[in-house]
């Protein structure tokens, strides 16, 4: 097991850290909590077994985090810090079906899908973690509306399309499969959700209806 840092200065947990020790550190916490989030699930996860696995004292772990709920979103925090940018197949047909498709390889994967379903387990039991993965795939969510920005910009979808809604919509199926009724996922499935987007689109469905050229809302009666 790795040698115990105690005493370690890191800066608060929630900002972006300089290289070096402190984001060695971090990274090793992460992946602790991570890892223990797969094994173990949220409700066994301590903080003891992330000071074991990650290396650093618990006495550091309860003073620069606070708590496990702090562990647990910082976690979140530090994976949203990546790299990843939203497909660009040159359509907005073949975005939002590369969209889809990543959602399904990513839970189809028992190895990839455990750590982000955990975190799903845990938004239910813990407030903090619950916001923490709201402001991960808000975050998350804002860098898939490029899609919808170059259909725009190629006449593709009508103006005032609203891009959050349509990256939200193309995945919305699919998690309810599998974390409301705990259905099988395909790429058929994957296929079939874009597919009933891009038609909303086109239809003008993602418009608000304030907006010039949205659909008026129905009459009641």
């Excluded at 969209?99 to 750590?115: G, H, I, Y």
């Excluded at 874009?194 to 239809?203: G, N, P, Q, S």
């Excluded at 010039?212 to 129905?218: I, K, Q």
Aim: hydrophobic share 40%.
């Amino acid at each position: 097991m790795n040698k115990s840092i105690e005493g370690d200065q890191l800066p608060p947990p929630g900002s972006r850290r300089p290289g070096g020790r402190t984001a060695r550190t971090r990274a090793a916490v992460r992946d602790a909590v991570l890892t223990g989030l797969a094994e173990h699930g949220y409700p066994a996860l301590t903080v003891e077994y992330v000071a074991e696995h990650s290396g650093v004292h618990k006495t550091t772990l309860y003073r620069r985090w606070g708590s496990l709920e702090g562990l647990v979103a910082d976690a979140l925090d530090l994976a949203g810090e990546d790299t990843w940018t939203a497909p660009d197949t040159g359509s907005l047909s073949g975005d939002l079906r590369a969209l889809a498709r990543e959602v399904v390889d990513s839970f189809s994967d028992p190895a990839l899908s455990a750590a982000p379903t955990a975190f799903v387990g845990a938004a239910f039991q813990s407030e903090r973690a619950a916001e923490a993965l709201r402001a991960f795939y808000t975050e998350r969510f804002s860098r898939c509306e490029a899609v919808v920005a170059r259909a725009l910009a190629r006449g593709e979808a009508p103006e005032g399309t609203d891009a959050g809604a349509v990256v939200r919509a193309v995945s919305a199926p699919l998690f309810l499969r599998l974390f409301v009724t705990r259905e099988p996922l395909d790429t058929e499935l994957a296929d079939q959700s874009a597919r009933a987007t891009l038609a909303a689109v086109a239809a003008g469905v993602f418009v608000p209806p304030a907006h010039p050229g949205g659909s008026a809302e129905p009459d009641e009666g």
